[in-house]
DNA sequence: CTGATTGACGTTTTT
DNA sequence: CGTCAATCAG
């Protein structure tokens, strides 16, 4: 065991009981180092699953689970029907709060299938309660009502206290809604993901036998990433481990980048005061990226004052230095990275999988896609816009969501006339208001004869179809060997779904492309229903739900097996890639405008986003600055990010301004020779 | 009730 | 330049 591993892994491998702290810089064979210390607790005969894992994302979750399923599993398959050996429980947190809050939920109140609401579903409900509030979109946008709420509900304000802490209108506004959002989510039986974590720490303060049970299931804790952990995080893993105090926390102070999101760095570097016996490990050998890379990377983390001070030590030696390019603009910009990759990958060498390229925004990738698709390289978009969030998809899993659970308000609003039925507008505004004044939800109004007898004739049919659908399905379930997506498949023929997506886009291929869709989520529910242990609707929607991102049909999965990667650089950590292109250096994107607005903290953070960018990369960083890009149809003037400048050591340098102002002059002047020339063509021509 | 057109506006990251 | 909400004519 622990072969090859430097004395500061080994030791936090083999210290196995009391709080410890291991405090690892990037590439410092972190996740090696949880692997083999989950494996040596089982070794030393803690039972597996009696270790509780928490991981940031479920991706990070399902490699862990698969390295040591490789380390420990057992050498063959076991034979078909034997019960399987004990495993570690391996999750993030939301997942595991899932787990417990399915055990307890009528504890506070909420149903027992309660839904998990996430950040669209979010949005429509934060839209309709500005909306019941006369809220102009122009004044507070759902979003930005949303962000608030969260930051209220992250510091654990209530929402009859929300008022006490507004200070701008747009904040009173927000106030006012909180209270409505969060009763609204409650009557529709539902929670949201920060609620997840909330309730649970509020099941674990209020009812202590219930603390003690989850506690007594575990013998050891361990947490990876934990600079990104916030304060309810951090009280659910208080109560979790404060009896064994098995608890050995695993991150780095210099990737905290979810401060907006609650995470505060305070937890990591304070370790000690809460746990006084607790033992710290420092990981600083690097074993991922050259020498030159490293520089740079030290070099830039320098500039922020909250952290511990490390500093990564190369086991590489030597390296190319880390190179600037500049481009005429951000098409430009995306043309020439493409065109370098696809150089590269025409020598055989490299394969697509080994390039990155990491941005700020989810709009800048785009130019990429185009760029990557014209070139015909296989390239993967991690993160946004996944198949779950294909119109299609999403309505199609909100028939499921109806037939789970009726009372989900948000999801019965998104169908009710999707396909059209004949429930209009003004039905449902008439359905809506007298929901809220019967305090009743959408779904129960239609069982009131009363009132739906009011409603124009079609309305009344389409309620009915809608409410005869969905018992169809239900008295379904109920039968014994039902299979899940046998239900949905009737359940599209019955909506004539197919037919209906044709009407709604007229054009073939586009219709096709998402009848694909539907057919692929039929699959994705069959897929779930073979690996399950006891499948269940229930069981998929919260798969889907906390880990939707993982879906996708095979032909997308086998595609994006050997592909370039675009990722944002939060969606980037914990990866490590031979090239990396660092796309949009520039003040206003990294660091982000909004950040640079108001205190200084918010650009250490973005400054150690900038240190996780840099430091996934292995052999080759490329950072790139467009000169100019397009706003609103407009070009326009970009200013080198002053991370380039910290980077170079340059920060000093009082002309950095001008240089970069010259190189655009330069830029502005092929501009206007390329523009005369095209000019004169189309002169020609004409 | 539905489908088409017009107008305003746009500052980030995600479990 | 795109997106989405509000508005209007069948």
Redesign the pocket.
């Known amino acids: 065991m622990s072969h090859g591993l430097n004395p500061e892994q080994q030791e936090a491998v083999q210290t196995l009981t009391g709080p410890m702290l291991v405090l690892a810089g990037a590439g410092s064979g972190k996740t090696r180092v949880v692997t083999f210390r989950i494996a040596n607790l089982i070794r030393h005969g803690t039972r597996a699953d009696r270790i509780l894992a928490v991981t940031?994302?479920?991706k990070a979750a399902k490699e862990m689970r698969e390295r040591i399923t490789k380390m420990i599993g057992p050498k063959r398959r076991p034979p078909r029907g034997a019960t399987a050996p004990p495993a570690p429980v391996i999750g993030?947190?939301?997942?595991n709060c899932v787990q417990i809050l399915r055990r307890h939920a009528r504890k506070l109140g909420y149903p027992e299938r309660f839904a998990i609401y996430?950040?669209s579903d979010q949005e429509s409900t934060a839209?309709e309660v500005l909306?019941q509030l006369r809220v102009?979109?122009?004044m507070l946008k759902?979003?930005e009502f949303l962000?608030h709420v969260?930051r209220w509900k992250n510091a654990g304000v209530r929402f009859d206290q929300a008022h006490e802490l507004a200070r701008t209108d747009a904040e009173h506004v927000a106030a006012s809604g909180y209270r409505r959002y969060q009763q609204a989510i409650k009557l529709c039986g539902a929670m949201d993901?920060?609620d997840l974590l909330l309730s649970t720490e509020q099941l674990f303060r209020e009812f202590d036998e219930v603390r003690v049970a989850e506690a007594g299931r575990f013998d050891h804790v361990l947490v990876d990433e934990y600079q990104d952990t916030n304060q309810s995080q951090y009280a659910i893993i208080c109560a979790l481990a404060g009896t064994h105090r098995n608890l050995c926390v695993v991150g780095d102070d210099d990737q905290s980048?979810?401060g907006?999101?609650g995470a505060e760095v305070r937890h990591i570097l304070s370790f000690s005061k809460d746990w006084p016996d607790a033992k710290i490990v420092r990981l600083e050998a690097n074993y991922r990226s050259t020498t030159a890379i490293l520089e740079v990377a030290n070099r830039l983390i320098g500039f922020n004052k909250t952290r511990h001070d490390k500093v990564l030590k190369p086991a590489r030696a030597g390296g190319t230095p880390p190179r600037i390019l500049q481009f005429k603009n951000e098409v430009e910009e995306a043309r020439g990275i493409t065109d370098e990759i696809r150089k590269v990958l025409e020598r055989r060498q490299h394969e697509p999988r080994d390039f990155a390229i990491l941005f700020?925004?989810?709009?800048q990738p785009r130019v990429f896609e185009t760029e990557l698709r014209k070139a015909q390289i296989p390239y993967s978009l991690v993160?946004?816009q996944s198949f779950f969030d294909r119109k299609e998809v999403r309505d199609l899993l909100c028939y499921l969501r109806i037939v789970d659970n009726p009372l989900d308000e948000v999801s019965l609003l998104r169908i009710i006339?999707v396909p059209?039925?004949?429930?209009?507008?003004?039905?449902?505004e008439a359905l809506l208001t007298h929901a809220v004044s019967q305090a009743k939800t959408v779904w129960e109004i239609f069982s009131d004869k009363v009132f739906v007898r009011g409603l124009?004739e079609?309305?009344q049919r389409g309620i009915e179809r809608l409410q005869l659908l969905s018992a169809r399905c239900q008295n379904k379930l109920t039968q014994p060997e039902a299979a899940l997506a046998g239900v949905l498949r009737e359940l599209v023929y019955d909506l004539d779904y197919m037919a209906a997506l044709e009407?709604m886009y007229p054009q073939a291929d586009e219709a096709q492309a998402r009848q694909a869709s539907v057919e692929e989520v039929i699959n994705a529910l069959a897929e779930y229903e073979a690996d399950a242990k006891s499948p269940s609707l229930a069981g998929f929607l919260d798969d889907v739900t906390?880990a939707g991102?993982e879906f996708g049909s095979p032909k997308d999965k086998e595609q994006q097996r050997n592909a370039v990667s675009l990722?944002?650089?939060?969606?980037a950590k914990g990866l490590e890639f031979p090239f990396v292109y660092m796309v949009g250096m520039e003040e206003?994107i990294l660091p982000?405008?909004?950040?640079l607005?108001e205190n200084y903290d918010?650009v250490e953070?973005e400054r150690r986003?900038c240190y996780v960018g840099v430091t996934r990369a292995q052999d080759e960083l490329t950072l790139c600055l467009p000169l100019q890009r397009?706003k609103?149809?407009r070009p326009q003037d970009t200013f080198a990010s002053r991370f380039l400048y910290e980077m170079t050591g340059q920060a000093d340098n009082p002309n950095r301004r001008r240089s970069i102002d010259s190189a655009r002059k330069q830029v502005a002047a092929s501009t206007r020779a390329a523009a005369k020339k095209s000019a004169a063509k189309s002169s020609k021509k004409s």
Do not use: C
């Open positions: 940031f994302t479920n993030t947190f939301h997942s996430d950040r839209r909306r102009h979109t122009g759902p979003a962000s969260s993901f920060d980048i979810y907006w999101r700020r925004t989810n709009e993160g946004s006339n059209q039925r004949g429930i209009g507008a003004k039905s449902v124009p079609p309305a009407r906390l991102k990722m944002t650089y939060h969606s206003g982000h405008r909004r950040s607005a918010d953070e986003l397009m609103w149809g």
